[in-house]
Structure formats: C-alpha cells, structure tokens
C-alpha cells in the first residue's frame, strides 16, 4: 500500500493514499471519544445536529451547496469516534473542504429541539422492529454499565433530559480532547491536499498523541433476558460472549470462526444444520463485532415459538463440534478465501478505504491494520480454531430472547 503519513502543525495526523485515475476523493476527519463519556444520547444527538447549519449557511443552504457540487457529506458516531466524511469530484475537493470546515466549526446546533423530536420518533419506530428490539436487548446487557451498551432504548430513555447547552459543551470536549485523524484516498498530489488541510484544520485544537484510557467492559455470568410480545408469531434469539477485538493473537482465529459457523450464507454450519437439515430457522447467522476495546461473538436465529428450546440445543451442538472436533484443512481453507475475499470487497472503492484506513487509525491499530493482518489469517490452524472456541465459548453469556 503506497501510502503517505504527515502531521498538520497542530498535530492532526493525515494519513494519505493515492489511486491514480480516479475522478471521486474520499476524506474522513475522525475525533477519538475522551473519557469520561457523557450521559446516553449527547453524542448520538450531536452527530444528527452537523447538518443542520452553521453560522453562514442554514440548514437549506448547505443541503442545496451540497447537491450542486455533488457532494456526499455524512457526520457519524461510532462506538469509538466521530466520523465526519467527504466524497466529491477532484476538481470540487477545495469547496467540499471549505463547507467541512464551517460544519465542523461554525455549527450552532439551532434545531436541537426540532432534531431531539424527530430522533425520539425514530427510535420508537425502530424499536418497533422485533429484531431491533432483541438485538438492542442484548448489546445494553452485554455492555452494561458501559458506553458500548448506550443502545436506542437508553438513549430513549434520557432524550427528554439533555439540553442544546448539553450537546454545545460535549463538542467542545470533543474537540479539545481528543486523538485527531485525517484519512484521503484519490487522484490529486499529496502537497496539494496537504497545503488545502493545513489551511482548512491547522488551527483546530491540538491533537492527542494517545488515546484515552477506557476500561473495557466484563461479563463474568449468564445472564437470560426475556421479552414477551404477544402479537409476536416469530421467536428472536440472540446469544453471545465477550471476546478478544482487533490487534489480539486470536483474532484472526475468531474471525475465521464466525466465517465457519455463521457467516459464510449457505456454505455455513449454522445455516446448513439448523435451516436446511432440521427446518428451524428463517434467518440464521452468526457476527464477530469488533471495537477499539473488545468484541463480541453472537449467533442470531428467527424461528417460530415452538422451536426455541430446539434451536439452543442446536446452538449447543454446532458449538460442541467446534470444541472436539478440528475443522478441515479444506474447510479452514474456504473460510479464508471467503473471508479475505469479503476483505477485497470492501475496500474496493476510494470512500471504503478512506473509511477503513481512517477507522484503524483512530482506534489505535494502524491505518494499514488489514494488510497485516491478512498475513495472519493465512497462518491459522485448525488447532488454533478449536482452541479459541474451547477458551471463549464458555457459561459467561447473553441470552436475548423475544417471544410472545
């Protein structure tokens, strides 16, 4: 990856990939999250606020400046920073900087009473979903008393109480606490884009060489947690520990699991036994999900009621075999392909890689942290497979059930 890596004057850093024979640039400016974090919902709210004016355009005109030069603007709170992002012509970079730097300057956060409203109402409408109800279920109990677990229904719960001066002092520590990073992948010369971000971000708060320190989250019991529906004529369940996140000697391991069991589609064990030998499943699928602190490992069924009992047992099963039984070579195989293959798609275009280059940098494990690790997934072995499921798919564990 022929990548360049300078610091801004204020110690930002940017770190710079050129495609050649790209008409589209991709940048992103990420803020790492300070310690301590605010209450649920400051930040979610803040992110939704970017858009909707500064002190020299409204909301109105940035939307219509944006859609006259084509460009894709998005502001983005992740577990562990706030993602602000361009994609826009070449010839546009300078005006897509330009209307950046007001947003991420000049924003007044006038709407905020209007935005809270319209925030309140999608997440009641998305708690109305099933699944988004069992999957918020399981992430607030699995990262309980922690940020990670600040899902839709708790951050409901504590909309009513923020206040515009809430969300103008949480970006205020945003900005002057925080790791800064500047990721741009395309087609223009590296001291162009330097000299046009210099002049754009040299003057924003200085930036922090080390992450904050946050404690990660524990799970250290079983934890069973029921909600009935009961218009319900579908059964969601959801079960998962805590494990090892990026930058872990088993993550790669872990990784090559979930292909195996869950996330691999058709070719998967999961969906092979539990939908297409025994019937119980109409979605069936396991996920790896990884942040800067730690990560969790989940399988997922939709079944009907009768069949809930059933599917644990088959959840049982399928984890058993991965204990005491190593997973072929050609198995291990396929799930490499697949998984480095998924690997190639996702960082195809000039906005992905910018997203992922931008990502890993801010979280601490280095913007070229899918090279490196593409080597060691191709070193893991079945023995390493079965060893990580011995050692991590233990009684410490969330069970989310929605049943009616």
Not at 146 to 163: A, C, D, K, Q, R
Request: glycine share 4%; net charge negative.
């Amino acid at each position: 990856m022929d990548v360049k890596v300078k610091k801004l004057e204020n110690n930002i850093e940017l770190v710079y990939k050129r495609n050649p024979n790209t008409p589209r640039v991709a940048m992103c400016l990420n803020f790492s999250l300070n310690n301590p974090i605010p209450d649920p919902g400051f930040y979610s709210l803040m992110a939704r606020l970017f858009m909707q004016g500064t002190k020299n355009r409204n909301a109105q005109q940035l939307s219509e400046e944006l859609d006259k030069y084509a460009i894709e603007f998005s502001s983005e709170l992740k577990l562990d920073y706030l993602r602000f992002k361009i994609v826009c012509l070449n010839e546009d970079f300078p005006k897509a900087i330009e209307i950046l730097t007001d947003i991420v300057k000049n924003t007044t956060f006038d709407e905020f009473e209007k935005e809270r409203v319209k925030m309140i109402g999608e997440i009641e409408a998305d708690l109305d979903s099933p699944r988004s109800k069992v999957v918020d279920n399981y992430y607030k109990n699995i990262y309980a008393n922690h940020h990670y677990g600040y899902t839709n229904s708790v951050i409901l719960e504590n909309l009513p109480n923020i206040t515009k001066q809430d969300i103008i002092n949480s970006y205020k520590l945003f900005r002057e606490d925080s790791k800064k990073v500047l990721s741009f992948v395309g087609d223009i010369d590296f001291e162009s884009v330097y000299t046009v971000l210099e002049k754009a971000f040299g003057d924003l708060e200085y930036s922090k060489d080390e992450l904050a320190y946050i404690k990660p989250p524990v799970l250290n019991e079983t934890k069973d947690v029921e909600i009935i529906k009961p218009d319900m004529n579908q059964a969601h369940i959801l079960k998962g520990w805590l494990v090892p996140t990026y930058g872990s000697k088993d993550s790669p391991a872990l990784a090559l699991l979930n292909i195996i069991l869950g996330a691999s589609g058709l070719s998967s064990r999961l969906f092979m036994e539990l939908r297409d030998k025994k019937g119980l499943a109409y979605v069936v699928r396991s996920s790896y999900d990884t942040s800067r602190l730690i990560a969790n490992f989940s399988i997922y069924i939709a079944t009907e009621p009768k069949n809930i009992e059933v599917s644990l047992k088959g959840f049982d099963e399928e984890i058993n075999k991965i204990k005491n039984e190593l997973v072929s070579e050609e198995e291990l195989e396929n799930a490499k392909n697949n998984l480095l293959g998924k690997w190639a798609f996702i960082t195809e275009t000039n906005s992905q890689q910018a997203t992922w280059m931008g990502q890993f940098d801010i979280i601490g494990v280095g913007y070229d942290y899918l090279e490196k690790a593409e080597e060691l997934i191709k070193k893991v072995t079945p023995q390493e497979i079965k060893d990580c499921a011995n050692k991590y798919f233990n009684d410490n564990y969330v069970l989310s059930i929605l049943k009616p």
